[in-house]
């Protein structure tokens, strides 16, 4: 067995590593260095000299283990590339912001667009857990085993003739907010790798840590300040906005939490794989639910947002966590200067980073503190501080790991010298192996006198079939599974599809195993799948309605307080579910598909109480209100209208009464001026007006040629005047015809307004028609959010970018609605 060290040796950067074993060269990971200092890319000489690459294996997605992966790959077109299917997703997402990166900034790019997308149609997916060869003429098994450390993320096991090899990646063993902590059996290597970027150091107590930063913001928004917490945009950026949503939920902070950068994207794809994430998570995706945006949480879709943003208290989660670019340096450079504010750093910040400075900065006595960013150097007078949220193992993880493996040969690798020596003198006390401390350019010849002999599964058996495995016949793979493995194994996909001997597409049977009553997956491993037991399986069948505190359970996995629900109840003889929500209207609304769901699953009727939580409505108006005096709210039930008194001006009226609606279906009146939020224009000719259905008539022929049609039009009554009102897909649309509108005004005598309703039947309608003309197939139907105006989608399979901006554009343009 040979080592070959490219980078990521006595570093924490460029990870890439040639391990040649039974006459094959496997390149682990293959990185870039952040620094702007120090030539950011492997050594790839090293690799050519020493035979070049045959397969390539990766371990994660952040840039610094895939960032130089598009040029390795160009010169070796040939070596397939493996990594898990969240993996993939992150990566193609990063590799393509890296290109608009060296676009703005570099003179000469490393690779081009073509280079990543050739590369991209390199890799093949595979599961953790589950054992793949990837050479048809060498004995040579790899498996990826759960890491922890961000979604996908995966320590590697390669066995051979010639011994076998670990390289545990970058893990953590820490259970995060999105996802569980590394799941590695105790395998047997002769020679390991392992990441020793905390190898000298304990890291603190994660709740007490994240306690301690909700607290801290916590006063500097009662104080009137902001916080920007500077984050990566894979991982730690997901973990805070859980954080802060769990924060908020529960009443400890009272502030809007805004998400810039490529966290958006992120979020995205985060969503689009549920099986790497916590059961929690997944099982509200299913649903077809939203894990990170809500009322409280929100992306900044536009710049120009950002000047708004900061003009009140809030909080900003932004890429890039180190202050190296990203809008995170320009919420720096305007929120620095006021020692109000915040600057929350929660991660690693290599020593030449602006975030590394910012830190320094805080132990200097100076009070003319300067942080240079670009070209500019601010005045820091915020608050600094720095949080333990690492998603790295630290001395005590490393230690238990090498433990547990007991490998031959130990070499630590992705840490700073002083820590990696630290870290070794720590092994050598515990266990009688020989401790390595590699450089870049080293290279070892390890010769395995007795290779340790491994544990053997042995393979499953099959059924051999030779149709597609689908709803109609999984039931023959469930008796099959039960009747011959057990319920106890926990299987992959690639295992599921082995075991019904008939290979198909993994995303599709991943999809179909999710929406199963016969397979479950695994509550620490959302990836691996159990055969459900027969006798629960009869209990869901044959019971009928679900015993009633098993419902009443299930109520609060469906709908969570962020819903609204604030009360639930059951009318036993009668299998009645008694629901009560803040606002029932727009929860009817909004939450239509979840009670259907609801009910087929527990075979109890949903029930919805009418009356509105009149208590909410205060939580809404101070909401919305935060920086006004409200002296007065009253509730009128009868006209679903809600009339405060406030001290003062609001900026932004119309804005704020949309707004309210969208949370609780009613209507606001401020200081007693009921300006209507739907009208556009407002003639009243007395009896010059037309006849109403003579005006009718005039309006279909003024829209008959146009694009968008009113597809309802209504006479309504106010303070005694009747008015016209007309509800188009959704009022965004029906704003866009303000002239049109306007003309009309004159034409009839009758006020006019637009409706705030929305058509979400034909959104969905049009969504899926939409996705299906571009060639993309949607995983469930589109859901339509009010609160927002936007579709949520699940994409089966992969899609380009440039095909998404464009159904965003068309979808926009049709219903007036943007894609979350």
């Not at 090498?402 to 002083?418: A, E, S, T």
């Not at 350019?441 to 058996?461: C, M, T």
């Not at 057990?486 to 996909?493: F, H, I, N, P, T």
């Not at 527990?602 to 935060?626: C, F, H, M, Q, R």
């Amino acid at each position: 067995m040979k080592l070959y060290f490219c980078g990521g040796a006595s570093e924490v950067g460029a990870s890439c590593y040639l391990v040649n074993i039974d006459g094959k060269n496997i390149l682990l990971d293959c990185g870039i260095r952040m620094s702007s200092s120090k030539d950011n890319l492997p050594d790839f000489q090293h690799i050519q000299e020493n035979g070049g690459v045959d397969v390539i294996v990766i371990s994660h997605a952040h840039m610094d283990h895939i960032g130089a992966l598009p040029i390795i790959s160009r010169i070796y077109p040939d070596a397939k590339i493996y990594m898990t299917h969240a993996a993939k997703d992150l990566t193609r997402v990063l590799l393509y912001d890296s290109l608009k990166i060296m676009e703005r900034e570099a003179e000469i790019p490393a690779y081009a667009e073509i280079h990543v997308r050739e590369m991209l149609n390199r890799i093949i997916c595979h599961t953790p857990g589950h054992t793949f060869s990837p050479f048809l003429d060498a004995d040579l098994k790899v498996t990826f085993y759960s890491a922890g450390h961000i979604a996908g993320a995966a320590s590697i096991y390669i066995v051979g003739t010639e011994g076998s090899f670990f390289y545990s990646g970058d893990f953590s063993r820490f259970r995060q907010n999105t996802i569980e902590g590394a799941s590695i059996p105790k395998l047997r290597p002769d020679v390991a790798f392992f990441e020793s970027t905390y190898g000298d150091k304990l890291h603190a107590n994660r709740e007490l840590e994240e306690s301690r930063l909700v607290e801290k913001i916590r006063d500097i928004l009662k104080n009137g300040g902001k916080v920007l917490i500077p984050a990566f945009a894979l991982g730690r950026a997901q973990e805070i906005i859980l954080i802060l949503k769990k924060a908020i939920n529960k009443g400890m902070i009272n502030s809007k939490v805004y998400v810039d950068g490529m966290v958006k994207d992120i979020c995205r794809i985060y969503k689009l794989n549920p099986n790497y994430l916590r059961q929690n998570l997944a099982k509200k995706i299913f649903k077809g639910g939203e894990i990170f945006f809500d009322d409280n949480v929100m992306p900044v879709d536009r710049p120009e947002m950002r000047e708004d943003i900061i003009k009140e208290p809030c909080v900003i989660v932004s890429s890039s966590g180190m202050l190296t670019g990203g809008p995170s340096q320009w919420y720096a450079e305007k929120l620095a200067g006021d020692e109000k504010n915040l600057i929350a750093i929660t991660g690693y910040q290599d020593e030449e980073s602006p975030g590394r400075r910012l830190l320094e900065l805080t132990d200097e006595k100076s009070e003319d503190k300067k942080l240079k960013l670009t070209d500019k150097e601010i005045p820091v007078k915020c608050a600094v501080d720095k949080f333990g949220l690492s998603a790295h193992a630290d001395m005590s993880e490393i230690l238990s790991l090498v433990n547990n493996l007991h490998p031959k040969k130990v070499f630590l690798v992705h840490g700073d010298p002083d820590t990696i020596n630290f870290l070794g003198k720590e092994i050598q006390k515990d266990i009688k192996s020989d401790v390595y401390v590699p450089f870049n350019g080293d290279a070892y010849d390890i010769d395995i006198d007795n290779p340790r002999k491994q544990l053997v599964r042995k393979p499953y058996p099959s059924m051999k079939m030779g149709e597609v495995l689908n709803e109609g016949n999984i039931e023959k793979l469930w008796r099959f599974v039960l009747d011959r493995i057990g319920a106890d194994a926990a299987l992959s996909v690639e295992d599921i599809a082995e075991i019904w001997g008939c290979m198909e597409n993994t995303d599709a049977l991943k999809d179909l195993l999710n929406n199963s009553v016969y397979f479950q997956p695994d509550k620490r491993r959302m990836f691996l799948y159990h055969a459900v037991l027969e006798e629960e399986l009869k209990k869901e069948k044959d019971e009928g309605p679900m015993e009633v505190n098993q419902m009443l359970s299930l109520v609060d996995e469906y709908f969570t307080r962020e819903s609204g629900l604030y009360k639930k109840g059951a009318r036993f003889d009668e299998k009645i579910a008694l629901l009560y929500f803040d606002f029932p209207d727009v929860a009817k609304y909004r939450y239509s598909h979840l009670f259907k769901e609801f009910e087929e699953r527990t075979g109890w009727k949903v029930e919805i109480n009418e009356n509105i939580n009149t208590s909410a409505i205060n939580d809404v108006i101070y909401k919305l209100l935060p920086n006004v005096s409200v002296n007065k709210v009253s509730y009128k039930g009868a006209d679903k209208l809600v009339s405060v008194k406030i001290d003062g001006e609001i900026e932004d009226i119309q804005e704020v009464k949309d707004k309210f609606y969208n949370e609780t279906g009613l209507k606001l009146i401020v200081n007693g001026k009921d300006a209507s939020v739907d009208t556009i224009g407002v003639v009243d000719k007395g009896s010059d007006k037309l006849e109403q259905n003579e005006a009718l008539t005039i309006i279909d022929e003024a829209f008959k040629d146009l694009p968008h049609k009113p597809y309802k039009k209504s006479i309504k009554t106010s303070n005694g005047i009747k008015y016209i009102e007309l509800t188009f897909i959704s009022k965004v649309v029906g704003e866009r015809y303000k002239e049109k509108i306007d003309e009309l005004i004159k034409k009839t005598g009758w006020t006019i307004v637009v409706g705030s309703g929305c058509n979400q039947i034909e959104v969905i309608n049009i969504a899926k028609r939409v996705f299906g003309e571009m060639g993309v197939k949607l995983k469930k139907n589109p859901s339509v959010y009010l609160d927002d105006m936007t579709v949520g989608i699940s994409i089966d399979g992969d899609a380009d970018d440039e095909i998404i901006k464009k159904i965003d554009d068309t979808l926009y343009d049709m219903t007036g609605l943007r894609l979350r």
